[in-house]
């Protein structure tokens, strides 16, 4: 006789029909789970706990309506999270859906990938401005077309936490700066309107290409800044002794070495023509070689205008920038139309090195910033790495060298300091600087006073020379001296007048003027 049935053994877990209450929800988590187990609620049909390995879940379980007759169970939650009138409460939903042929699992998968998908914050956030009217109807056009052309690229149906910060970096430069900036805008603004607890376990989009990028954020000060081009200040000599140690890298000795952070002059001379010109970056960046008039000695700009328009405007090419010119001219690649072939965020994490270079370099006594970093010890060997991760990693560090004043709009502001220690008149520098003017001189001065305009120009470079000379030392003949600006430029030999400011050896031994009292 076969008996080889008798000796299996079922596995059959127990089902027990209580009341749930609070007292026995109280004893039932002191005991040991079994996993398995199963209570049934007498009170509310189809309420039941579950044991699991380690704890126990509320459930609903009872046959779907809608013609099936499907047994569907849909787990509500920790018994040791949940409270048992909330459980209760999130039962009587789930069962009443069941009874009318709607399955709260599929509903909870909807949910859950509207939830995830960053793509519906955006759009959500998008309709909540516009049914609110706080965004003009041209503000709605733009919008949409940013949502629909270019988030939509890099967002799709995928939720913030699965979208990589490499991502978000490759899609930030596939566009123009104009456009990223706009889009990176709408988006980390409706990354705000989430909730804390979503904000909590992802960061700003914003926050993520400024950081991976190196760029300076921007702040909210609204503190004027620029380099210092006072008299008697050596603040213009160190930044161009920064910008070349950029450029061609620092290696005096055995202590430490500054490796060179590029292998071409564009961002160098980027720069140097900002402070030279006083033109804002963005036009800059649209400089074409059609715009360079040779000729003439002529620059024509598309600098920023009222309602979005650009101003056709020109600059005089002085002796510096003529220089500068023709060497970029023939240094330009094939094919390549641009003046200055970069974008602003590059540009952005270039002056940012050249403040990191002053900060460290040049400072007799670094700022706590930097030897906190360093543990108080000088710029080791790998000093100087360490400083960069710093820059790349810690928003309040970059936000320190912000003071500096080497940003693209701050160097911008060095012409109008310069300007203002020389006493130029209103009109002129609104000329200079292309701000709006309410008199036609100040607004025409191609036309009506293009030789006042080159001599401004070229006395206010003639005055940066003459400070950077004071600082890093030149040889001097007579009232001449070998120009440092020049000498840059790749041209080592142009001796330029001395201004009656200039002081010899200004940087090794400063003059010290005592304090005048009365007339």
Excluded at 359 to 366: A, C, L, V
């Amino acid at each position: 006789m076969d008996t080889s049935r008798d000796n299996v053994i079922k596995l059959v877990q127990p089902k027990k029909a209580v009341t749930f209450t609070k007292p026995f929800i109280k004893n039932l988590l002191k005991k040991r789970a079994v996993n398995g187990t199963r209570y049934t609620d007498t009170k509310h049909s189809g309420f039941k706990i579950k044991a699991r390995t380690h704890d126990y879940v509320f459930l609903t379980e009872s046959r779907l309506k809608d013609g099936s007759d499907k047994q569907v169970t849909v787990t509500i939650g920790s018994v040791q999270d949940i409270p048992l009138a909330e459980a209760i409460k999130a039962h009587q939903d789930n069962y009443s859906k069941l009874q009318q042929g709607i399955n709260p699992n599929a509903e909870k998968k909807k949910e859950e990938f509207k939830e995830a998908s960053f793509m519906s914050v955006i759009n959500d956030y998008a309709k909540t401005k516009s049914r609110a009217k706080t965004w003009s109807e041209k503000t709605i056009e733009l919008n949409d077309g940013l949502i629909k052309n270019h988030i939509n690229r890099v967002v799709g149906n995928k939720p913030l936490s699965e979208i990589r910060d490499k991502d978000w970096v490759e899609w930030y430069f596939s566009m123009k700066s104009s456009v990223a900036k706009n889009a990176l805008k709408l988006i980390s603004a409706s990354y705000n309107s989430m909730s804390r607890k979503e904000q909590a376990e992802n960061e700003n989009p914003k926050k993520i290409v400024a950081r991976k990028i190196g760029g300076i954020p921007s702040d909210n000060t609204r503190i004027d800044r620029s380099l210092d081009t006072d008299v008697d200040n050596n603040n213009l000599g160190e930044w161009l002794s920064a910008l070349d140690v950029y450029f061609n890298g620092w290696a005096p000795d055995d202590e430490y070495i500054i490796p060179p952070s590029t292998k071409d002059r564009t961002l160098p001379d980027l720069m140097l023509f900002i402070v030279l010109t006083g033109v804002r970056l963005e036009a800059c960046l649209e400089l074409t070689w059609d715009d360079v008039d040779f000729d003439n000695y002529l620059i024509k700009l598309r600098e920023k205008g009222r309602h979005g328009k650009k101003n056709l405007t020109s600059r005089p090419m002085t002796d510096y920038l003529e220089i500068m010119l023709r060497r970029r001219l023939d240094e330009a690649p094939q094919g390549v139309d641009l003046v200055f072939n970069t974008i602003q965020e590059t540009m952005d994490k270039a002056c940012q090195r050249v403040a990191l270079i002053m900060e460290t370099h040049f400072s007799e006594k670094p700022p706590r910033h930097i030897t906190r970093i360093l543990n108080n010890k000088p710029l080791g060997r790998d000093g100087w790495s360490k400083l960069l991760e710093e820059t790349i990693r810690n928003e309040e560090f970059r936000k320190k060298l912000n003071a500096v004043g080497t940003k693209p709009h701050d160097l911008r502001r060095t012409l109008q300091n310069v300007a203002g220690v020389l006493n130029f008149n209103d009109s002129v520098l609104d000329s200079m600087l292309d701000h709006s003017s309410g008199d036609v001189k100040g607004k025409h001065y191609l036309t009506i006073q293009r030789k006042q305009m080159e001599e401004s120009f070229k006395k206010a470079q003639r005055y940066m020379d003459n400070r950077i000379a004071e600082y890093v030392g030149v040889t001097e003949k007579g009232n001449k001296f070998y120009s440092p600006i020049f000498n840059y430029l790749g041209y080592k030999s142009v001796l330029v007048n001395k201004d009656d400011y200039y002081q010899s050896n200004k940087g090794i031994f400063p003059e010290k003027k005592k304090r005048k009292i009365g007339d």
